[in-house]
């Protein structure tokens, strides 16, 4: 297949404006149906993570505010990205230090992060099993398991020289 992996690492000339709507109109709909306030700052803050598929830290964003003419502290980012972070909206990648946007938010879910070494854009997966081994391990071990995150770094279709047409 071609064009295989092409959901997860979306080709170079996509429509990104199409990518961070989509990402809105859910973000949206998740903080309408479970009655979170979706703040000016936070819609920001979350418009601006999703600025393309590579993370971005927190003083970037902090800069990409200031640019727009906000004032923000850093403390009021990391209030905001909290609140993303604790409602699936966003994620935060530790080996990177930075934030990823998710593209199918909801509460308590954490997958595996596909971290391309070339570009530096990262795709998100949820493979049941990887889940599954973790909880098992994890439930073996006595072990109380919060942030099941895994991070997995490699080099992307496009990086790879694999995609065709
Ligand atoms: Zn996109
Ligand atoms: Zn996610
Ligand atoms: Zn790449």
Sequence with gaps: ???????AFPVPEHDHAACIGDAMAMAEDLCREN????TRLRRQVFEL??????PLGAYDLLAMLNERGQRAA?????????????HGLVHRLNSRNAY????????????????????????????????????????????DVRLPVIEIEGQCFDCRGARHG
Excluded at 35 to 38: K, T, V
Excluded at 49 to 54: D, E, I, N
């Design 35 to 38: 009655g979170l306030r979706f």
């Design 100 to 143: 990823i946007g998710c593209n199918h938010p909801g509460d308590g879910h954490a997958g595996q992060f596909l971290i391309c070494r070339d570009c530096g854009r990262v795709a998100e997966i949820e493979e049941r099993r990887i889940a599954e081994a973790v909880r098992d391990g994890a439930s073996r071990a006595g072990f």
């Design 74 to 86: 850093p403390m009021t980012i990391y209030r905001a990205l909290d609140f993303l972070m604790a």
């Design 1 to 7: 297949m071609a064009r295989a992996g092409s959901k």
């Design 49 to 54: 993570v999703w600025t393309s598929h590579a």
